[in-house]
Each structure stands twice: as C-alpha cells, then as structure tokens.
Nanobody, 126 residues
Framework: QVQLVESGGGSVQAGGSLRLSCVAS????????MGWFRQFPEQGLEWVSR????????YYAGSVKGRFTISRDNSKNILFLQMNNLKPEDTALYYC???????????????????WGQGTRVTVSS
C-alpha cells in the first residue's frame, strides 16, 4: 500500500521561505514521476510542479517558476518543494502526488497521478 506523507507547511510572512517534504512508503516505483499540487479555499486543485523519475527533468507552473524548486532523493523516497519569496496568493493546502510511470510530460491533472498525500497547509501573510 502506497502512502505519501507531507510535512513542512506552516505560516510565514510574505517574502519568506518554506521547504515541503513528502515521504513515500510502499512506493516501489521509485523512478516514477512525482509532483506537487495545491488547493485554494473553495477552489479546485492546481498543479504546481513535477519531476521525472531520475530527477533530471522538472516542470513548473508559471505562477511559481523562479521561486519554487522541486527535487527528490530516491535513496530515501523523499520528494521536496523548496518555496522561496512566498506570496499571500501561495496560501493553500499543498499535496504530494506520485504516478506509476516514470514519464512526466503532460502530467498536470488529478487523474495523471495515482497516489496522493493528505496535504500540508501553507499560509502566507502580507
């Protein structure tokens, strides 16, 4: 049974930084595509970033490009999201997601990923 557990969320002021982590257990496909999504209050899920199985290729939504960095440690089955220069509009519940396949191109929707964490909340005040 695959389990994804996020941590690292919290409350920061605008301009601050947070580092989210996602520990994957039971995820045998350690070379699978993984990603981060976020959900704003009373809104749908928004794709934030994803990374291919080997960690060489990364993708970012335009709203976070240049501020967020995704990375992974396959030896420990951990996915990271370094978030710098946070803005109030980054306030959301952040989810970690994992796919069964290693390819990442085009994976931006809920149905593109097979496993999901419970989320970690990020609050950015102005």
């Amino acid at each position: 049974q695959v389990q994804l557990v996020e941590s690292g969320g919290g409350s920061v002021q605008a301009g601050g930084s947070l580092r989210l982590s996602c520990v994957a257990s039971g995820y045998t496909d350690t070379r699978g595509c993984m990603g981060w999504f976020r959900q704003f209050p009373e809104q749908g899920l928004e794709w934030v970033s994803r990374i291919n199985g080997g960690g060489e290729t990364t993708y970012y939504a335009g709203s976070v490009k240049g501020r967020f960095t995704i990375s992974r440690d396959n030896s420990k089955n951990i996915l990271f999201l370094q978030m710098n220069n946070l803005k109030p509009e980054d306030t959301a519940l952040y989810y970690c997601a994992a796919a069964s396949g290693s390819w990442c191109a085009g994976r931006t929707g809920r149905t593109d990923f097979d496993y999901w964490g419970q989320g970690t909340r990020v609050t950015v005040s102005s």
